[in-house]
């Protein structure tokens, strides 16, 4: 289905999104969405959607190539309790887990990432997989990072809120998994 769409079509939309700005990318998740997909070549037409997870309240919307467009829309409202308990109660672990759990009650996100044409959808890692809408004639593709439910069983060991947080990621990894017509892994471990 895949190579039949991409055979006819002249431009190639692609709309990917995750739970942080792209550009510069920093560190492991930024640097491999980045890696992947901003040399595809002119007949590929790029729009990254992300949050702003250093809180800053800033709206970006700014073309980094020709074909690679990066749009970065302010954190929700919602976060902020959820962020002072991981702080204070849960001692702040070294992975901001709710910004990613949060993101699938964000409705600024999901109409900025709505908005964009694209034939083919990916969610890279599965955390904003819930926000895409889905047309019929559009591919969805999950970019699996990671298997996030074994990662945050490992980072929340010996916490007492692990299997909460846990039982939240397995469902949403879970979903991402099935509403995927593509899933990419990075070993064959995680696949």
């Known amino acids: 289905m895949l190579i039949n769409i991409l055979k006819t079509m002249k431009i190639i939309r692609l709309l990917i999104s995750d739970t942080a700005p792209l550009y510069p990318p920093f560190w492991g998740g930024p640097k491999r969405i980045w890696n992947l997909y901003s040399n595809l070549g002119d007949r590929f037409d790029v729009t ?16 980094i190539r ?4 990066e749009v970065i829309q302010p954190i929700t409202k919602i976060y902020y309790p959820f962020r002072y308990f991981e702080l204070k109660a849960a001692r702040n672990t070294v992975f901001d ?13 999901k109409q900025e990432l ?12 599965p955390w904003t997989s819930p926000c895409f809408k889905i047309k019929k004639d559009q591919v969805f593709i999950y970019d699996a990072h990671n298997c996030e439910y074994i990662l945050i069983k490992e980072i929340l ?9 846990s039982f939240f990621v397995k469902l949403i990894e879970r979903a991402a998994c099935r509403k995927a017509t593509i899933i990419i892994v990075s070993s064959e471990r995680d696949k």
């Not at 887990?97 to 996100?109: A, L, M, N, P």
């Not at 709505?114 to 890692?125: F, R, V, Y």
């Not at 060991?157 to 947080?165: A, H, L, N, Q, S």
């Open 97 to 109: 887990i709710f910004i990613h759990i949060c993101v699938i009650f964000d409705k600024g996100f």
């Open 48 to 63: 990254y959607v992300g949050i702003d997870c250093g809180l800053s309240k800033k709206y970006i919307n700014r073309k």
């Open 114 to 125: 709505n908005k964009h044409e694209a034939s083919i959808l990916i969610a890279s890692h």
């Open 66 to 69: 020709d074909n690679f467009r």
């Open 157 to 165: 060991k010996g916490r007492w809120y692990k299997g909460v947080i």
